[in-house]
């Protein structure tokens, strides 16, 4: 092949793929796990602080900056002090500090919503509103889902 054919061809490809990698990425639907690989409470009440987890979660997923992920991970240590396990949050803050790097390709990950890699990328407008646009359906399964275990323990 000619040299010019060979740099016409490679012009094309890249017009051809450049579309691709300006779209922005797309964020998974919200799920939650409740305390991913840490008890969801204790023997006594097996979901004494899965609700603290699950708000947990809905930070992980949209992700953001590492200072947010930090404010999500003390909000978690705070929620579960408040319901009288102050040891059990500074076990949980150790976890998720060190298990929540959204460098491990766990399901767990800092922005686990996003593809993995994304790491502690800011989100920007268009994904903010993708955020906003799932983050109602995220609500609503949190809501039902606490209907549901309130309906089974009574």
């Known amino acids: 092949m000619k040299k010019g054919h060979r740099a016409t061809l490679l012009i094309i490809g890249l017009w051809v793929l450049s579309p691709l990698s300006a779209q922005a990425d797309e964020l998974q639907d ?16 097996k979901e004494l602080w899965r609700s603290c987890c699950v ?6 997923w949209k992700g953001g900056n590492s200072d947010e992920r930090e ?10 002090e408040a319901i009288g396990e102050p ?3 500074k076990l949980m803050l150790a976890g998720v500090r060190v298990g929540g790097t959204p460098w491990l390709p766990t ?3 800092w922005a686990y919503g996003w593809p993995f890699l994304r790491g502690y990328e800011e989100v920007d407008e ?9 983050m ?9 889902e606490s209907q549901a275990r309130s309906k089974i323990s009574n």
């Not at 404010?71 to 579960?80: G, N, S």
Request: aromatic share 8%; net charge negative; glycine share 4%.
């Open 107 to 109: 399901r767990f990950r």
């Open 136 to 144: 109602e359906a995220a609500l609503a399964l949190i809501e039902a």
């Open 30 to 45: 919200f799920s939650s796990d409740g305390c991913s690989a840490f008890p969801d409470g204790t023997r006594e009440d």
């Open 71 to 80: 404010a999500a991970d003390q909000a978690l240590k705070a929620c579960v």
């Open 126 to 134: 268009v994904e903010a509103q993708q955020v906003a646009t799932k």
């Open 87 to 89: 040891d059990i949050a």
């Open 55 to 60: 708000l947990h979660d809905l930070a992980y």
